[in-house]
């Protein structure tokens, strides 16, 4: 008699979790999309403004186009900004639509200032950094 009553009682339990396990599968999935775009930010970032501190200008635009997304590596500024200085950074806010009408928010910033000693002979100016 118990037997009846419970039969489908796994099929409702099922019916019931299955949204739950699919959106939670859907924001890993997104989690780790947005984590992987933000540590290849940082990582464009920071082999930019190395390029940007050698002798050698090219370097600069190769390591950028290393960038795995064009959109990020466009957003990427690096040069020198005074004797033996160099800074990179980068600063990224927008928002797309995605399906329902939900909004989908990226906003990342990043800056890596180097000094560069090794890039010049000898100890810095008296006067230190400017």
């Not at 950028?64 to 690096?78: C, F």
Request: proline letters at 6%; aromatic letters at 14%; glycine letters at 8%.
């Amino acid at each position: 008699m118990f037997c009846r009553k419970e039969k489908g009682q796994a099929m409702a339990e099922f019916a019931l979790v299955m949204p739950i396990l699919i959106l939670l599968m859907f924001g890993m999935t997104f989690a780790a999309f947005y984590a992987f775009r933000s540590a290849a930010t940082d990582w464009g970032v920071f082999i930019t403004g190395v390029a940007s501190g050698s002798y050698n200008t090219p370097a600069t635009e190769h390591a950028r186009r290393n960038v795995l997304w064009p959109d990020l590596a466009d957003r990427i500024n690096a040069g020198q900004i005074g004797p033996r200085q160099v800074r990179s950074l980068i600063s990224v806010e927008d928002s797309r639509n995605w399906i329902f009408g939900i909004q989908l928010i990226e906003a990342q910033r990043a800056e890596t200032n180097f000094r560069l000693w090794r890039f010049y002979p000898g100890p810095p100016p008296a006067g230190g950094f400017e």
